[in-house]
């Protein structure tokens, strides 16, 4: 089956991506090894979250959020979107301390989506917390969203505008075809002029076979989910001295994440959860909201994702090919990021570039200089710099 541009995977981000593209009118096909959704798409905490991003995100942070509050217009599905703010709790002079250097930072770069909020607040807002926590930062603009819920409305919406998707459908190489580009998967050869790596945990081997070569790790963050509770919580709740994510949905349930991680084999797509780690993150709940001790599990689970050395994701065209694309390694904090990621692709691909502020997500960051000095793995390639004009961009082709 051949397409005018493929999309390696079918999570948020290659699911944003087709329905973008198909949007604009493109002939897409997405190929994903098992289903949209399957691992850290769909089971990650769903945090709609600018509140502590690195300053490079935050840009692309505010654009995505703004989609998030007209989700429905985009997806036809509201994805359970829920707008009641995210707020860091300070619990000791020092977190006070690294508090307010974060808001003088954004002070100095022109932010103000985050603002400092006193203890009396913060109690009024949160009534079961723990009385000793000494205040916060928040970001009232931002909420949560059901991350499956998301994930599959993208994939649905992408569908109904003609994407074509191919579930369980591993692919095996992607190599040059001409000017165009052959991928091949279990189920045969497709050919495409654009080819765009959204494979997650499996990026890096897409990168590789381009000659780019990337420091990926799999992860897999932990997630636990109690039994309905009386509500008690609107805001999502982080902690800024201790890992932790914390949110109570609309059906009561508590979701407690932070960061902690299972053990992964990524090639058997396994997990096992750490329930040393989990313990120790049950704890920390347990001692911000002190109700908390009698909460039941009901369940827990971790979704193999992609982090890389210094925490950013790989968002631009490749350095060494034309008409090739990056977006992956959002290293546990890529769910609020997945509807303006789609964009940003969508404009480089269509137009050879975007307004969006991207060179910090450059895949060239981990290339090793060359003898000359040059970053760029290899020489005489097509290259494009992130957030520039790509060599030989071409309008997209009508459906």
Known sequence: MDADIIVIGGGLHGSSTALHLARAGADV?????????????????????????????????????????????????DCGFEQHGQVCVSETDADVAVAR????????????????????????????????VRGGVIARGDGAADPYRTTFAFRRKAAALKARFQEGVTVRGVSRDGAGWRVQADDGVHRARVVVNCAGAWADRIAEQWGEPVPLLPIAPMMLVTTPMDH???????????????????????????????????????????????????????ELFPHMRAAIVNRGWAGIEAAMPDGLPVIGPSLRHANAFHAFGFSAHGFELGPIVGRIITELISKGSTDFPIAPFNIGR??????????????????????????RARPLRSS
């Open 232 to 286: 008690f919580l609107d805001p999502v709740v982080l902690c800024q001295g201790r890992p932790l994510s914390f949110k109570q949905r609309a059906n009561g349930t508590v979701l407690i994440g932070g960061g902690r991680r299972a053990w992964v084999d990524r090639d058997a797509e396994w997990t096992e959860l750490d329930f040393r780690s989990l313990a120790e993150g049950a704890r920390t709940v347990c």
């Open 101 to 132: 250097e974060r808001l003088a930072l954004m002070a100095r770069l022109g932010h103000g989506h985050e603002t400092w909020i006193d203890a009396a607040e913060l109690r009024a807002m949160i009534p079961g917390i723990a009385p000793g």
């Open 366 to 391: 981990f290339a090793a200089p060359t003898a000359a000095g040059d970053p760029r793995p290899g020489t005489g390639q097509d290259t494009a710099q992130a957030g520039t004009a790509t060599p």
């Open 29 to 77: 096909l997405v190929l994903e090894k098992n289903y949209a959704g399957r691992h850290a798409s769909g089971v990650n905490a769903g945090g709609v979250r600018t509140l502590r991003r690195d300053p490079a995100e935050i840009p692309l942070a505010l654009a995505s959020r703004e989609l998030w509050y007209r989700i429905g217009e985009l997806v036809d599905d």
